[in-house]
């Protein structure tokens, strides 16, 4: 019983093409958040969200938008896909804004 | 901006040996403090979470946290070859709301068997 779990956990694509990860939780959390650690290693918080508000790292492109279907969920889809964006992705959720648990993540690379 | 600031190392440590692992932190307003380890090829896992000053003991871990030097810790006794990971300090500037957790780039600790 997988407490956040992501899919696909690899995922190879073309530049320019469309794509999403999907996230879910099983921990009766109330806020999920998406990062994105880069090939140097460096965790960085993209998007937090839950029932009353998101919050957008202002440093992530427009190109990226989180979509949650219900509260266990918070997919990211990802438009126009560039080699800058490869890199791992993790989904994490929390309760209020206590310990976050991650997911396994998702290794994007796009070629 | 908010930075948090941890020796990337490595940090070379004797097996059973005490490894101590340090942070600094920008943000004044912080609340929430927390030590997360990375294996290599895997996701960060939650060891420790701090919110108030003093230590906190869990097993062999202990976290300090001193919010007037903005500075936390972890201390890690009788190392073990299995504590051989990346450290990341982390840290919530709000005490409530979906903020994110702003993290340092990781102290790599080896233990040395």
Redesign the interface.
């Known amino acids: 019983d997988t407490a956040v779990s992501q899919t696909p956990k690899y995922l190879v694509t073309q530049m320019g093409n469309d794509k999403s990860i999907k996230c879910e939780q099983n921990l009766g959390h109330d806020?999920m958040?998406w990062?994105k650690q880069d090939s140097?290693?460096?965790?960085?918080?993209m998007?937090?969200?839950?029932n009353?508000?998101?919050?957008i790292?202002e440093t992530v492109p427009n190109r990226f938008s989180p979509k949650s279907p219900d509260k266990a969920h918070l997919n990211l889809h990802i438009n126009s896909l560039e080699l800058g964006d490869s890199a791992v992705y993790?989904c994490?959720s929390s309760l209020?804004?206590?310990?976050?648990?991650?997911?396994?993540?998702t290794r994007l690379t796009v070629t | 901006q908010k930075e948090v600031e941890q020796n990337s190392g490595p940090l070379s440590v004797p097996e059973g040996a005490i490894a101590s692992l340090n942070c600094t932190y920008s943000d004044r307003g912080s609340q929430s403090f927390f030590w997360y380890r990375q294996y290599s090829g895997k996701s960060p896992e939650l060891i420790m979470s701090i919110y108030s000053n003093g230590d906190k003991e869990d097993g062999r871990f202990t976290a300090q946290l001193n919010k007037a030097s903005q500075y936390v810790s972890l201390l890690i006794r009788d190392s073990q070859p299995s504590d051989s990971a990346t450290y990341l300090c982390a840290v919530v500037h709000s005490g409530g709301g979906a903020d994110g957790l702003t993290f340092g780039k990781g102290t790599h600790l080896i233990i040395q068997p």
């Not at chain 1, 140097?40 to 918080?45: D, E, T």
């Not at chain 1, 998007?47 to 839950?50: L, P, T, V």
């Not at chain 1, 009353?52 to 919050?55: F, H, S, V």
């Open positions: 806020t958040y990062y140097k290693k460096f965790l960085k918080i998007f937090s969200y839950n009353k508000e998101l919050i790292n993790f994490a209020f804004s206590y310990e976050q648990y991650f997911g396994p993540g």
